[in-house]
């Protein structure tokens, strides 16, 4: 009952490194998203996915790229790292039936990014 | 304006306290509404939806005011165990998530 998988756990990165996130999810959700949790700001997104082949921009996108691969898989790279993204990041996945309410959101693990 | 304000505490209780969070949030719009806990170093989880009529699951009560647009959650009988933050969640048209700052409860033997 794996439900939210994201990797790497933790990395540290030089600045100007990239690298990505990975995030998968096995309870058939349509929606994905990326946020990020920094002290006394609370969750941010970064950038959703409402279905698989749609992504949008979030609350901070800047310096952040994703990929909805398929259904299951959304990940999230830093192309050029910068200290300021040092933080930790949730990746997340949500149903949404036709006509439904009250979905709730189910999260991954979370990855500890320090960029140095 | 921030969607989803509460006042970020922290609180310190003794056990077997009672202890009660608020959480004000601005569209009024807003479709669907949770309390989740995030324990230090974890992923945030569902502590429980909340309802117009309220609801009650064990020792926690959560009440939804739509027109004043306020959520508030009750901690009956605190445990040591109950000690994480505590993060008030709006869910808007278009299936986007607001989260509070959080609410940190540390419960005091």
């Known amino acids: 009952n794996a439900g939210v998988t994201q990797t790497p756990k933790f990395q540290v990165l030089k600045t100007g490194q990239s690298m990505t996130l990975q995030c998968a999810q096995d309870m058939n959700h349509n929606s994905m998203y990326w946020y990020r949790q920094d002290p006394g700001m609370g969750l941010r997104l970064i950038y959703y996915s409402a279905s698989e082949g749609t992504t949008d921009k979030g609350e901070v996108p800047n310096g952040y790229n994703v990929s909805r691969l398929n259904k299951r898989e959304f990940s999230l790279r830093l192309e050029s790292a910068a200290p300021s993204q040092t933080s930790v990041y949730f990746c997340a996945s949500t149903l949404v039936p036709r006509g439904a309410t009250g979905n709730t959101i189910y999260f991954g693990e979370g990855s500890w990014l320090t960029v140095v | 304006r921030k969607e989803v304000e509460q006042d970020p505490g922290p609180f310190n209780v003794p056990e077997g306290a009672t202890v009660a969070f608020n959480c004000t949030y601005s569209n009024s719009a807003s479709q669907s509404f949770f309390w989740y806990r995030q324990d230090c170093r974890k992923e945030p989880k569902l502590l429980m939806s909340v309802y117009s009529s309220g609801n009650e699951d064990g020792r926690f009560t959560a009440q939804l005011n739509r027109a004043s647009q306020y959520i508030s959650l009750l901690i009956r009988d605190s445990k040591l165990s109950d000690s994480a933050t505590y993060l008030c969640?709006?869910?808007?048209?278009?299936?986007?998530?607001?989260f509070g700052t959080g609410t940190s409860l540390t419960v005091i033997p």
């Open positions: 969640v709006v869910r808007t048209t278009g299936n986007q998530f607001y």
